[in-house]
Each structure stands twice: as structure tokens, then as C-alpha cells.
């Protein structure tokens, strides 16, 4: 997800639902965050290395923020590292020559790829206040930073102007996008399927959120043919399909990229946009103001007598290099990282929900729209091992998926591919 800014294993849920629909502020006091104890061990010269993704928003907030460490610890320099992508492969050349970084972001998925390189935070204060860690081989091996849900943002003054509402079902979405296509005015819904991870909440959550099961990727490795006809990947496929086939996301989505894709929504040429809570803060970094903003849950269902849920996730895990030099110093900079002074400040400037029962979510606008559409949160669990090793035997790629059949290609054909390199990469997994 080379652009992905933003995008796993949830716990306490209800919590997550209790900090949007509260809207708190986030309290931070300006009382310097004392260092960890555990720094104290010596006063060495001492570098650590902080890798991250491209977030320009987070790495503009670390590189100033580790200034303060350095004037807590004046023997502890914090060098903060951009790197390439936020898929894990920019760690596999390190994590091969034993040369990860003292800390590093991952995607939930990579810390099974990691696992054997990282410390166990299980005796860490920090993380027994963090509500969403997951557990690798009975192990808490990074902390999330931030946990968001999906939506669908709108713009209320067109949804007016055409006289639609917020749909309430698959059905009456696909009607709504159909209704802003016959106005000729304007784009239903903007997609730029030129990265084709912009899919993401269609081709890769579709099936998930159709399954009703929120250990469907645990479960899809039991299934040598889950690609079948009326699988919840064959419905999430003819859902997108029917987008397609439509054109509901313009003449041609495939040749639009994804700032292409954002531009046009936030220029008021599209009318819907499908993307994370994550995009909230970049819309309100170009547009500077809400009041023409709106978001609802994607309605994965065919009536309303089905739950309303949007699949929810916690993201940029944060880890501990185990063969660090420094590896107490390291340590260290992490609780400091998720002290409730620091991290508020985080979350205050980022905009994103809070992992921590220290620090309450400041989202107002998210609290205001979640009122207006109740709806239960859906837990992403994307770290089993064997689900992640057939995938890559498989080459399997929700969002690649999405292209083909953007480009036509034939769903049958897509499935019977689909399921023969799925059997094949479970037998080869056993």
C-alpha cells in the first residue's frame, strides 16, 4: 500500500464506539513527560533509529517531538527514518541482515513476518493500557498507534441538490450512485483505480463484511475453494462489478490515480468518495473546513433488518527491535512514545482515534456523524499465519482483483484461477 497513508486485531470494541460517539478532547497538560526509569541504565552516547512510513503528517510530528526526548535524555539522539512503503518489504533486506531499526512501524499482517526480531511488551505498562493489541504465539509484539473504521464521505450540498439520503442498504447505495450519474453533473462515486489498493474497501473488506464472520481470513485457509458462486467474495466481486459495468465510478476509473481521486471529491466533482477515517485529516489539510463534509457507513446488507456494522481496524503497530544494541534504550523511547503527554499530543494533531485508555479521542466530526447512523463496529483480524502464508503462495491481491474486473475481466474466470492457486498453496502450507 505504497500510498496508503493510513490502513488487524481489535479488542474492547465497545471502546472504540464509546470514544466516537463521546467526541472528549483530548487532555494533555504542558508538564514535561519525565523519561522512562529504564534509561537511566547509562549515560553512553546512545542513537536510536525510528523508521515510519511516508505519513508526512507523522513524520513532520516525530521529527519534532523526539527533540523534546533528546532534552529529557541529552545522551539520546532519535533519528527519525522515512521509508519507502508501508507494506513490510522495505524490513525484509534489514530483518535479513540483522539490521532492523531500534523502532519501526509495521502493518498488523508483518509482525508475523518480524516476530522472530521483536521484544515482547507484555510487561510494558503501556501496553497493558493499550486497548487494541493483538497477540502473535501468545505475545504482545508491537502497539498500534491508531485504530480507525470506514466510511463513505459525502458532500451534503449535492446529496441535497439531487435530493438523495443516506442509503441504508447495498441496494439503495448502488440506486444513490445511479441517481448522481443520470444528474450529468456529477462523478457518483471517485475511485482511482490506477493504485489499485484504492479498492481496498470494496475488493479486500467486501468479502470480509459479507461473511458476517470476523475471523473470515482465519477461517478461508479450512476452504480449498472459497472464490465459489455465492461465496461473500462472489458477491463483494459482482457488487464491484456492477460499478463498473455501470460506470458509476466515471468512464474510466483505472486511469485515475489516487490523488486524482481525492482531488475531484474535494473539488466537489465527485459526489461520494470510499476511504478510512484516515483521509479526514488530509481533506481537512486541503479544504480547511468540514461544513460541507459528511460520512456514512458503507451498508454492507440487503435489508434493514441486517446489523449495521463498518469494518473497523487498528493500525501502525509499533515494535522493538529484540537484537538492538540499545534494546533498554529502545524500550524506553517506546513507553515514552505512548506516555499520555506524548501520545495525546499525537492524537490531538493526527486526528486519529486513540489505542489507549489513557488518552481519550478528540474526532468531533466523527462523533457527530456516527449519531446521526448508529452502528456496531466489525473487527479486523488480519495477523493468522497460515492465512497470511497461503496468501502470498496463492498471490492472492484483493485490489488486483478489483482491476480485472474493472478491466472486464470475467468473475468466473477470476474465481477458477482463484481457487486452483488457493488448493495448491494450502497443500503446499501443510
Known amino acids: 500500500m505504497s500510498n496508503r497513508k493510513w490502513i488487524a486485531s481489535l479488542g474492547m470494541v465497545t471502546l472504540v464506539m464509546a ?14 513527560t519525565t523519561a522512562p526509569a529504564a534509561t537511566q541504565l547509562t549515560q553512553e552516547p546512545v542513537k536510536l533509529k525510528f523508521a515510519m512510513w511516508e505519513a ?35 524490513l525484509k533486506v534489514n530483518l535479513a541482515a540483522n539490521d532492523l531499526p531500534d523502532v519501526f ?18 510487561d510494558l505498562q503501556v501496553a497493558k493500557d493499550n486497548k487494541f493489541t493483538s497477540k502473535v504465539d501468545g505475545k504482545t509484539l508491537g502497539l498500534p498507534l491508531v485504530s480507525f473504521y470506514e466510511v463513505v464521505y459525502y458532500h451534503p450540498s449535492i446529496f441535497k441538490e439531487l435530493g438523495l439520503e443516506v442509503p441504508k442498504t447495498m441496494p439503495e447505495y448502488i440506486a444513490l450512485l445511479e441517481k448522481v450519474k443520470a444528474s450529468g ?85 465527485a459526489a461520494t468518495i470510499a476511504l478510512g477515517q484516515w483521509y479526514y485529516p488530509s481533506y481537512m489539510e486541503k479544504v480547511k ?15 434493514e433488518s441486517e446489523p449495521l ?16 544494541k540499545n534494546v533498554e534504550e529502545a524500550k524506553a523511547f517506546l513507553q515514552w512514545v505512548f506516555s499520555k503527554d506524548v501520545y495525546g499530543a499525537y492524537i490531538s494533531t493526527s486526528k486519529q482515534m486513540s489505542t489507549m485508555t489513557t488518552v481519550a479521542s478528540d474526532n468531533p466530526f466523527f462523533a457527530k456523524e456516527a449519531q446521526k447512523t448508529p452502528f456496531k463496529p466489525f473487527v479486523y483480524n488480519g495477523t493468522d499465519e497460515m492465512y497470511n502464508k497461503v496468501k502470498a503462495a496463492a498471490q492472492y491481491d484483493p485490489s ?3 482491476q480485472d474486473i474493472f478491466a472486464g475481466k470475467s468473475i468466473d474466470k477470476i474465481e477458477g484461477d482463484l481457487n486452483n492457486k488457493w488448493k495448491k498453496a494450502i497443500d503446499s502450507s501443510k
Open 289 to 303: 473546513a468540514d461544513d460541507d463534509l459528511g460520512a456514512f457507513v458503507l451498508p454492507w446488507r440487503n435489508s
Open 56 to 90: 508526512q503528517g507523522d513524520l513532520d510530528f516525530w521529527t519534532e517531538k523526539v527533540k523534546e526526548y533528546t532534552k529529557l535524555k541529552p545522551n539520546v539522539s532519535v533519528e527519525v527514518l522515512k521509508v519507502p512503503d508501508n507494506k513490510g518489504q522495505y
Open 400 to 402: 488486483l482483483v478489483a
Open 309 to 324: 456494522t463498518t469494518m473497523t481496524m487498528s493500525d501502525m503497530h509499533v515494535g522493538v527491535n529484540k537484537n538492538s
Open 185 to 269: 453533473k456529477y462523478t457518483p462515486l471517485s475511485l482511482g483505480m490506477k493504485d489499485s489498493w484504492t479498492s481496498y474497501p470494496l475488493m479486500e473488506f467486501g468479502p470480509h463484511m459479507l461473511s458476517g464472520d470476523e475471523n473470515f481470513l482465519t477461517n478461508l485457509t479450512k476452504n480449498e475453494a472459497p472464490f465459489s458462486a455465492n461465496s461473500s467474495f462472489d458477491k463483494a466481486a459482482k457488487f464491484v462489478q456492477e460499478i463498473a459495468t455501470k460506470k458509476l465510478a466515471g468512464p474510466d476509473p483505472l486511469s485515475i490515480s489516487f490523488d486524482q481521486e481525492t482531488q475531484a471529491f474535494e473539488a466537489k466533482k
Open 19 to 32: 470514544s466516537v460517539v463521546s467526541g472528549c478532547g483530548t487532555k494533555t497538560t504542558s508538564t514535561p
Open 105 to 122: 512501524y509495521m502493518k498488523p499482517a508483518a509482525l508475523q513476518i518480524y516476530k522472530q526480531s521483536l521484544l515482547p511488551l507484555d
